[in-house]
């Protein structure tokens, strides 16, 4: 039957070129739908605070309790201030554990905490022990089951099962008219790995969803985002390497993976803590065994081949580097641990560099920047001045000889379009072609050029979907981000706050040297496009990085990674 | 807590990187798209160095090349031979000019759709020539190298254009050794790119010359002997044609004659009106640039001078600049430029349409009107109406002595006298012999195919 539609096919051009003409215009109508109805829950939830316990003072006054981490101190900016002329600015750290209990933790502070009279560091609290801070006497009072059960009513649950579902018909509308526009093509031998990719994904999605259903999880934009990006990808694979759709289509499964499992990690602050070794030790072993057994690929030896697979192990080291990087307030109020991570980053640098990943350095560079200022502020301004120098210092010594040469073309590439600026020149002139609309899938010409589905992926993406696709795909990966950054507000722990700002912060970085770089607006570097680009490790770690951001996700029922405050008497589900 | 989620920010200041990065892309973009899209080399555009989409056909929609994909040219051989120097070959051994330079025109960008087409198959150039007259001319000139080229003098249309040797592009000749010559010139258009002696063709310009200069010129009377000395040498003709009027010396080609007009115009009168004219200087349309003619009586011995006026000396002429001249002549003195190019449309919009560009007034409307008539005085008394059955014809033949033992040049100019058919011609013949023996019969064929196709 399939030959049939083939030979039908093949002699009425006229079907493809009809449908194409349509696709065009649909296509951004539908990924501008899906893109609103993604990113409004996303930047407009209602910041709701969660209580997790009352503060109660001696004039009878009782402070809500909101984060499961708080700074206690005279400064305005701490989460429950004490303004009294005894109390240091960020005096202590009251803690909340998983399971319900509670510690303080000095800061560090002038005048010291007392428990119960007698003077400590660190103590967990139990019920109607007296805590003296600065000479204010406070009990803390921790809420009921029955408050958490009728605050969890209280709170506006995040979106409706109903509009996730909605979400994702459109999304899977889109996959399926995009799998017809490469169908419509006529190419049989191509036909099978399309069908695989595209219906693959779609299978994923659901089951992702339904999973959710089950576990009484409603939100599913982030998820959404990354399904559509991801089938964007899959349009890149269809159109410029067929065959390596079902490759891709492993990877999306192991990316899935991924993100559960960090989700899951994540879910509970303990183990995430615990994991936090585990990562660490990792994320450095992914990069000492890519500088060992590694291949030098394209100037950067960041390929590790087994077998038929090529992975790039630094890819992984990102999620563990964020891992490592997030931490617990009460460990951010003390200077060592931020001088342990520096010192963990610049082991991760040095071997970035012994391995001439300039691109990937620059990442990691990046992120280490945002996860040293959340952590420090201030406090470790001049360290992390100095650990920047060096940084950028190493990264010149060693890696300036392959990056030169990028950068010769930078901003000049119209001069050398047939040698140096070859891949840009390509890009610009078939973004170009593809105008606002774009040529419809499978029509364009990018996919002739090297890394046509990877490092200039946005050049395809551009000329085949059009710039509207484009901005969209871009603007898609800043709600994340935006998303991240209101939800911080919210948070519950530092640890979660820090860990998907990271996260964002290095999807955003590589869409910036990834599309800004094909562009010829930045030099070109060979990153990938988080969740676009064709590449399994890059799939991964970009699932990887998204248990992050849905880690810090504390809208009520919203997320796996995100145990759930008791609701209406139900069993917590595990 | 909240200070973490006040430093949070950070990444928001990425984002703004980011949102600032794409937006400057973004500006050039809206600014330059339209240059990048058409960039020599651009896939969508270009194949090799020959532009690479689009459809090409002639003034009735015959399909003369379909560019996309392997390029498919007309089904006719002939009309593959007659139009291969308008629309390019495979090879890139003939370059097509005036296609390349409307690529972008072709290419159809736009803001919103880029170079999108329905079916991606570019757009459509009809050209103003007529695959009809092409494929007569073709005939008439296949033994010939040389060209004939009539336009539209009123619009500038080209409606023919031959040059030969030509060649069909989908079966290339063998050019080796057992055919030396055959192939000459063979990738050069000769209508845009070559420059021919005229010969008597040029009296044309001196007679215009001098009716523009000499009041009196239409009453003087010649006395030709068969030779006429200036400064000790002769200027001859080939025959003693006796005593003439101004009419029938122009009629008769009167070398004689036509040296003593040069003599009493003066041969810097002569030279300012053959620049006036415009005969030498260069045509543009469609991004093609002739080649420059060529006159420099005005600074030549008085012999030479007579000899420039006849025609010969140094003077060169593109037959594209003389068939401008001789349009301008047949429009009252004022002519158009000629165009090959009449529009473009991609998916229906007209991306190209090509707009009459009239020239400056070259000599008076007099003038014109006397040359005119002395033309057409010509084919009534020595070339022949029956030639041009039903059309007033007004020409000069010539015939472009090049020395060297080779056979003179058969030239023709000239014009049809008819609201209907406005065209003007040239037909140049290399080793042609007698201008009116080679160049009437094409001509004859060339303008009864106009007729017919119109």
Redesign the interface.
Known sequence: MQEGIFAVLEQQ??YL?VYI?VF?WVAPILMFMLLCRCCKPLLTFRREPEIWAWLCLPDERKLPV??W???IGRSK???IVVDFPTVSKSHCVLTRYDDGSWTITDADSKDGVRVNGKKVKIRALKPEDVISIGGVEMTLQPISRKQEQRLAQIRSKASSVLSSFGNLMLLSVLQLLTCVAFLLRGQADTAMSILMGFGGIMIAQWLLLLFYVCIRRTSFEVETIAFMLTTLGMAMIATVKPAEAGKQLVAIGLGLAAFLFVGWALRDLERAKRMRLVAAVAGIAFLLVTLVFGKEYYGAKNWLVIGPLSLQPSELTKVCFVFVGASA?NR?MTKRNLFLFIAYSVMICGCLALMNDFGTALIFF?AF??IA??RS?NVGTLALAITALGFAGVVALKIAPHALRRFATWRHI?ET??TGGYQQ??A?????????????PG?G?MK?VFAADSDVAVATLG?EW??LVL?MA?LS??AL??F??RS??V?R??FY??GA?AA??IL??Q??LN??GT?D??PLTGVTFPFLSNGGSSMICAWGLLAFIKAADTRQNASFAVRLMKSGGDEEDE | ????????????L??V???I??A???G??FM???E??V?P????VYNGSNIGCGVTTDRDGVLLLDLSGDRTYSADALLRKATVHWVGDRRGSVSAPALSHYAAEF?G????????S???TGGTAKLTLSAKVQAAAQEAMKKYRGTVAVYNYKTGELLCAVTTPNYDPDNPPQIDESNPGEYEGLYVNRFTQSLYIPGSIFKIVTLAAALEKLPDAEQMSFRCEGSYTIGGDAITCESVHGKQSLKEAFCNSCNCAFAQLVEMLGKENLQRYVEQFGVIEQVRFDGITTAAGKFEGGTASNYHAAWSGIGQYTDQINPCGFLRFVGAVAAGGKGVDPYLVDSITVDGIKTYDAKTVKGDRILSESTAQILGSYMRNNVQTKYGDKNFPGLHVCAKTGTGEVGGGKKPNAMLAGFVEDEQYPYAFVVAVEDGGYGAKVCIPIISRVLAACKESV
């Open positions: 051009p006229v070129h003409a065009r909101t984060h981490e708080n700074v900016r701490s989460d307030m951010i990046c920047l945002v200022y959340l502020g119209w379009p047939t020149t390509r610009l002139i078939c973004m170009a072609s593809g105008g606002l609309l774009g040529l419809g029509q010409w002739h000329e059009g710039l901005i871009i990966i800043v981000a935006a991240c950054v911080a507000a948070g722990s530092s706050t820090i700002c964002a912060s955003l970085v869409v910036i599309a800004l562009v607006v930045l | 807590m909240n200070r973490i989620a006040g430093r949070a920010g950070i990444t928001m990425i984002a990187v980011l949102l990065g794409f400057f892309f973004l050039e973009y330059q798209a339209d990048w899209a960039f080399g651009s896939p969508h290419a960008y736009n803001v919103l759709s880029g170079l999108y329905y079916g991606g």
